[in-house]
């Protein structure tokens, strides 16, 4: 990109990337004007075909586009659900967690893979803090999320060439994106209609990330349905529940 610039355009390039014009910036000034001055106008991260299924068209936290409702679920996160008090109410379960782990270290005798382990305990803490104890189906879940986030971070052709149904009949991604939201969205339809009951059973225990949605969409007045309910749940879950079942090289000895 470096030498196309200098050859084409500097500080500033434009490159047609199948339909799709890609703005390229080489300079120090030319970021400075896209990062600080015009910050507002370049925010909006572009949505590839798979995010947009997998994300109800960006209705999630994590990446929904610049503007009311992320300004929204921006406020809710910062609040609401990401408060001191709240991450403090989860030390209950980092700390099963971690004693769960060092238990089953302990028990082997043998070479263990901590690095591994520890993936593992960081990812079903994440879970536990977002959703409880009530995924019955936390496997399933866990693959799902790991398969969804692929598809998102990977390449699509049909991105290059949105008009074409061609090319998008011809690529899988869209598709599999689909199996993989209606998979995910159903078990969190199972989920959520247990904490419902819960909520309506008079239980007022503000208990994981989704008991907080749904307490917040209860009292009104923020807009947040479920549309914006079950994205954020799944694209909320951080790297580590991507990393929940992948093989990590290197193996530490126990004592």
């Not at 305990?121 to 398969?147: I, N, P, Q, Y």
């Not at 998979?183 to 959520?192: A, K, N, P, Q, R």
Request: proline content about 3%; some cysteine.
């Amino acid at each position: 990109l470096r030498d196309l610039a200098r050859r084409h355009g500097w500080p500033v390039m434009l490159l047609q990337l199948g339909e799709v014009p890609t703005l390229v910036v080489s300079s120090r000034s030319g970021a400075r004007e896209v990062k600080r001055t015009h910050d507002a106008s370049f925010a909006t991260r572009p949505m590839s075909s798979a995010v947009r299924v997998i994300t109800n068209g960006g209705r999630d936290i994590a990446l929904a586009p610049y503007g009311d409702h992320w300004r929204q679920m921006r406020r809710i996160a910062v609040t609401e659900l990401l408060t001191a008090r709240r991450v403090l109410s989860f030390r209950a379960i980092r700390e099963e967690e971690v004693a769960a782990m060092l238990r089953a270290s302990a028990a082997g005798g043998e070479e263990i893979d901590m690095r591994a382990r520890l993936s593992a305990m960081v990812a079903d803490s994440t879970v536990r803090a977002v959703m409880g104890d009530s995924c019955r189906d936390r496997d399933v879940f866990l693959r799902e999320v790991d398969r969804a986030n692929a598809l998102g971070e990977g390449f699509n052709l049909a991105d290059m060439w949105p008009s074409s149904r061609l090319v998008v009949w011809a690529t899988c991604a869209v598709r599999c994106a689909e199996e993989c939201r209606d998979t995910v969205f159903g078990i969190l339809d199972s989920i959520i209609a247990e904490h419902l009951e819960r909520m309506d059973g008079g239980g007022d225990d503000d208990q994981d990330l989704i008991d907080g949605l749904l307490w917040i969409k209860k009292d009104g007045g923020s807009g947040l349905d479920m549309d914006s309910i079950k994205p954020s749940s799944s694209t909320s879950l951080p790297r580590a529940v991507r990393r929940h079942r992948q093989h990590l090289s290197g193996s530490w000895r126990t004592w």
